[in-house]
Structure formats: structure tokens, C-alpha cells
């Protein structure tokens, strides 16, 4: 990024209080910020899935409200962060109104500052930027943990294909709710 650019800031909970898949097409090309110790890291978002809600079979919410869920529940613009395969974190961002339980999953980033790391998948992207249970329900609001609009936009084109690793949700499987952005090399799987 040049020094020029301008300061980044969080985007408006306006922004989450939308459609999940038109933040999830949105949420392409903005710069997730994560500031540990003084030390800003950012990524650009190049990869991201929808799960629409209660009624979606792939997603966590499906199975109701439960400790593990009570943040998707909750109001947009939060992080939903929980382990998958008992080794990884993963990050949802909360959208739509409070009690949907509707959210986007960040797929993948391609690093743009002090950030170390493959990046492409959930669980690298999360290990890469220190995000853990402890952003569980975290405000994306906050001056630590937020995504922002970058410095200069960027024209791309978005390519859409069923999500990764839900076959157990039936149609819910094939339809076409992972977005990422054409030819870009931290897309997790093409």
C-alpha cells in the first residue's frame, strides 16, 4: 500500500445490515485490519461464502440457537469465530438483522501488510493474522479487529461456485454461494 493512502477505517454496520449475498460479493477487494501490539496487518479479501441463515443446511445456524451460535444470532456486523476440525479457527462476519443468524465466511486474503503466511483458506487466514476464540462476537465496529474500504478501488471480476466441504447439506450444497475474484493466486481452491 502507498503512503499516500488514505487512513483506513471500519466500514458502517449499514454495510452488514444487507443481503448476505451481496456482502459476500462486497466484502471482495476490502482490506480486513487486524492491529496486535502497534503492528497493523492487512489483507485483502479475494475469497468469501454465504450462509443464508436458519433455513441454509450448511450452516452452523441451522441446527438452532446454541452457545456455539449465539453470535450469528446476534446483531451484523460481529465476528462469528469458531473451530473447525478441532485445530482451526475460522471467521464469519454477522449480517443481516439480529436473529437471522445469516453470515459470511472469509475464505481468503491476499496479504497487504505485516502479515506472514499462506493465507488462502480459513484456517490459514485466521493463524496468519492471530484470530481466535478470543474475537468471538467482536465488534467489527472496533478500532483492532475491522474491514475497511481500501485505498483505491480495483475493477475484478467475481466468479461464483458452490461452497467448500458441505456436502452433507443436500442442494444446499450445490448452490452457488462462494464468491472469489477471478485469477487471483490466494483464492483457496479455484
Known sequence: ?????????PLPRSFYARDTQIVA??????????IVDGVEQVGRIVETEAY???????????????ARTEAMFGPPGHAYVYMIYGIHYSMNVVTEREGHASGVLLRAIE????????????G???????????????????????????????????VRRPRVGVHYAGVW???????????NPHV???
Not at 502507498?2 to 487512513?7: F, G, Q
Not at 460479493?25 to 487486524?34: A, D, F, N, S, T
Not at 443464508?52 to 446454541?66: K, P, Q
Open 52 to 66: 443464508l441463515g436458519e433455513h441454509d443446511r450448511a450452516a452452523h445456524s441451522s441446527r438452532g440457537r446454541t
Open 124 to 158: 490459514l487466514l485466521c493463524r496468519a493474522l492471530g484470530i481466535d476464540r478470543r474475537h468471538y462476537g467482536h465488534d467489527l465496529l472496533s478500532a483492532d479487529l475491522y474491514i475497511s474500504l481500501p485505498g483505491r478501488p480495483e475493477r475484478f471480476t467475481i
Open 173 to 183: 450444497a450445490r448452490r452457488l454461494l462462494r464468491f472469489y475474484i477471478k485469477g
Open 1 to 9: 500500500m502507498p503512503a499516500s493512502t488514505p487512513a483506513l477505517r
Open 25 to 34: 460479493r462486497e466484502l471482495l477487494g476490502m482490506y480486513l485490519v487486524h
Open 111 to 122: 496479504p497487504v501488510r505485516n502479515i506472514e503466511g499462506r493465507c488462502s483458506g480459513p
Open 188 to 190: 483457496s481452491r479455484r
